[in-house]
Structure formats: structure tokens, C-alpha cells
């Protein structure tokens, strides 16, 4: 019989010593998840926090330490998907909200980071290989996909979008809006409400950013608008922003493309509390969307 060579000259003492490390280190593993499972919560806790910030300063300047906590919890539990769920909501937030605008090579880097998170989430649940599959392949697994997964696959579908929507001049970048659409089209299906309908905004734009030769139907586009709208009872912003910002300007109506984006800057800031940093980011925009409107119309 062939002996373990690492431990078969050893004497008794020192392989009871090398069990004990080897059972210590296996706790300390496990005391380590454990204590992250137990602050995910707080994650939750610290978003509806933030998410009543109406100090958009305040709010971009604490992002940095939150992610590094995330992702150093997600260093010691790298098989919890709804970590790398929180991952991808973070660095899209941070990207639309603080850097798109102002940093776009920042903000696409950050869109690909929460992608590879969204993504990495939705595998761990069981998904194979999403971004290279077959795409038939690709659409049977999101169709087997429930309700425990809609947040993945809406942060997932999102962040893909926005990189995809900054690589629009890459063919390739484009060829792959057809999964992300798909991932969006699984949130509809299974709860068309999830975060205050913003699948209903995602279709918005999908259909109202584009001609109707081009697979546009203006429409389509107004109807998840509106279906977005009765969400939130038309307290979040951003609902219009992307009205006037894509459908507007694609039907070259610069009456409603002023009109929304004024109205989205006169809101008041108490409109909707539980959601006021991201009507502060709706009014931010707004205000750089204005500066162009004598440029695109």
C-alpha cells in the first residue's frame, strides 16, 4: 500500500498538531463567512440609507470605502451571489451617477466591473458560461431563471446596456445588446415592478432610442414610460430624464424634450424621500442635457 509521504514518517504528536492547524484554519474559513452572511443586512441597510441622500458630494465621496468593504467581504466569501448582486448595483450607481458624464473611459471601466459581478452572480446560482454561450443556449438558461434571481439579472441586463450603449460604435459590443435585452426581458417577466420599474425605463430606451427602420417603435417606448411612471406614481425622475434625453430627441420633439427637463429641475426635493439621491442625480442630468438641446434640436 502507498503511504501519504507528507505524514507517514511523522510522529504522533506533530500529526496531531498539523490536524489541529489544518481543523483551525478550516474555522477560521467558516467563522469568516459566517460573519459576512451575517452583515449582508447591513449592506441592505446601507443602501436605503444612501438612498435618502440628497447631498450628491456627500454621497460620491463615501462611495470609495463602501465598495472597498464590499469587495473585501467578497474576498472572503467569493461563492455569495447576492455580494457580488450588491457589487453590481454599487459600480453601476457609481458609474451613472458620478462618472459617466464627466469620466466616460471611468465610468465603462466601472459599467465592465459591475457586468463581471452581475455576471458572476447568475453563475453561481447556476448559470454556465452567459456571455459566450450559443445564444440559444444563452435564452434557454434565462428562461429557467425565477424569481430569486431578478436582481441579478436586472443589475446584470443594466450594467451590460450602459457599457454596451458606451461601445456603440463597436460591432461587437453591439452584437451582445441581445443578451442583455433578454436578461431585461426575464425581470419583466418574472416582476415588472422591481426597482421602481426600471425594466419599464430599459425598454423605454431600447425602443426609443432608435428609428423605427432601425428596430425603434416609438410607442413601445412611451408605454413602458408610462408604465414606469405608474410604478412610482411619477415621483421618480428618471423616468422623464430618459423620456426627454432618448425618445424625445429621437422623434426630434424639443417642446417635450424642454418641457420633462424642466419639470424634472423644478421637482421638489422632498418628492420621493426613500429615493431622493437618485432624483438628485435625475436633476444633475437634466441640467447637462439642457446645455445641449440647442446643439440636437
Same mark, same amino acid.
Given at each position: 500500500?502507498? #503511504?501519504? +509521504?507528507?505524514?507517514?514518517? *511523522?510522529?504522533?504528536?506533530?500529526?496531531?498538531?498539523?490536524?489541529?492547524?489544518?481543523?483551525?484554519?478550516?474555522?477560521?474559513?467558516? $467563522?469568516?463567512?459566517?460573519?459576512?452572511? $451575517?452583515? +449582508?443586512?447591513?449592506?441592505?441597510?446601507?443602501?436605503?440609507?444612501?438612498?435618502?441622500?440628497?447631498?450628491?458630494?456627500?454621497?460620491?465621496?463615501?462611495?470609495?470605502?463602501?465598495?472597498?468593504?464590499?469587495? /473585501?467581504?467578497?474576498?472572503?466569501?467569493?461563492?455569495?451571489?447576492?455580494?457580488?448582486?450588491?457589487?453590481? #448595483?454599487?459600480?453601476?450607481?457609481?458609474?451613472?451617477?458620478?462618472?459617466?458624464?464627466?469620466?466616460?473611459?471611468?465610468?465603462?471601466?466601472?459599467? &465592465?466591473?459591475?457586468?463581471? !459581478?452581475? &455576471?458572476?452572480?447568475?453563475?453561481?446560482?447556476?448559470?454556465?458560461?452567459?456571455?459566450? +454561450?450559443?445564444?440559444?443556449?444563452?435564452?434557454?438558461?434565462?428562461?429557467?431563471?425565477?424569481?430569486?434571481? +431578478?436582481?441579478?439579472?436586472?443589475?446584470?441586463?443594466?450594467?451590460?446596456?450602459?457599457?454596451?450603449? $458606451?461601445?456603440?460604435?463597436?460591432?461587437?459590443?453591439?452584437?451582445?445588446?441581445?443578451?442583455?435585452?433578454?436578461?431585461?426581458?426575464?425581470?419583466?417577466?418574472?416582476?415588472?415592478?422591481?426597482?421602481?420599474? /426600471?425594466? !419599464?425605463?430599459?425598454?423605454?430606451?431600447?425602443?426609443?432610442?432608435?428609428?423605427?427602420?432601425? /428596430?425603434?417603435?416609438?410607442?413601445?417606448?412611451?408605454?413602458?414610460?408610462?408604465?414606469?411612471?405608474?410604478?412610482?406614481?411619477?415621483? *421618480?425622475?428618471?423616468?422623464?430624464?430618459? #423620456?426627454?434625453?432618448?425618445?424625445?430627441?429621437?422623434?426630434?420633439? #424639443?417642446?417635450?424634450?424642454?418641457?420633462?427637463?424642466?419639470?424634472?429641475?423644478?421637482?421638489?426635493?422632498?418628492?420621493?424621500?426613500?429615493?431622493?439621491?437618485?432624483?438628485?442625480?435625475?436633476?444633475?442630468?437634466?441640467?447637462?442635457?439642457?446645455?445641449?438641446?440647442?446643439?440636437?434640436?
Amino acid at each position: 500500500m502507498i #503511504q501519504n +509521504v507528507t505524514t507517514m514518517h *511523522l510522529p504522533p504528536s506533530i500529526k496531531l498538531f498539523t490536524l489541529t492547524l489544518a481543523l483551525l484554519t478550516m474555522s477560521a474559513c467558516s $467563522m469568516d463567512k459566517m460573519m459576512v452572511r $451575517m452583515s +449582508v443586512p447591513m449592506i441592505d441597510s446601507g443602501i436605503e440609507a444612501m438612498n435618502y441622500e440628497t447631498d450628491l458630494q456627500l454621497a460620491e465621496d463615501s462611495m470609495p470605502a463602501n465598495l472597498g468593504m464590499l469587495n /473585501g467581504m467578497i474576498n472572503l466569501d467569493p461563492e455569495n451571489a447576492q455580494l457580488h448582486t450588491f457589487a453590481a #448595483q454599487a459600480y453601476y450607481g457609481l458609474s451613472y451617477g458620478f462618472n459617466e458624464d464627466s469620466n466616460p473611459e471611468r465610468g465603462s471601466n466601472f459599467y &465592465l466591473r459591475g457586468l463581471k !459581478h452581475g &455576471l458572476t452572480a447568475l453563475e453561481l446560482n447556476g448559470a454556465k458560461d452567459l456571455k459566450n +454561450v450559443p445564444i440559444a443556449d444563452f435564452e434557454a438558461q434565462v428562461s429557467k431563471m425565477d424569481e430569486d434571481e +431578478v436582481a441579478a439579472l436586472f443589475w446584470t441586463a443594466s450594467n451590460w446596456a450602459k457599457w454596451i450603449d $458606451m461601445h456603440r460604435d463597436d460591432t461587437e459590443a453591439i452584437a451582445q445588446l441581445v443578451r442583455a435585452t433578454a436578461l431585461m426581458q426575464r425581470v419583466i417577466e418574472l416582476d415588472d415592478t422591481f426597482y421602481y420599474g /426600471g425594466a !419599464h425605463m430599459y425598454f423605454g430606451v431600447y425602443y426609443g432610442s432608435r428609428a423605427p427602420l432601425l /428596430g425603434g417603435n416609438f410607442e413601445k417606448s412611451r408605454q413602458h414610460f408610462d408604465r414606469a411612471r405608474e410604478i412610482t406614481d411619477s415621483k *421618480l425622475l428618471i423616468a422623464d430624464l430618459l #423620456q426627454a434625453q432618448y425618445l424625445a430627441r429621437q422623434q426630434h420633439d #424639443q417642446q417635450d424634450f424642454h418641457t420633462r427637463l424642466t419639470a424634472v429641475l423644478d421637482a421638489p426635493d422632498d418628492l420621493m424621500p426613500e429615493l431622493a439621491l437618485q432624483n438628485q442625480i435625475a436633476k444633475r442630468k437634466a441640467a447637462l442635457l439642457l446645455k445641449k438641446e440647442s446643439e440636437w434640436f
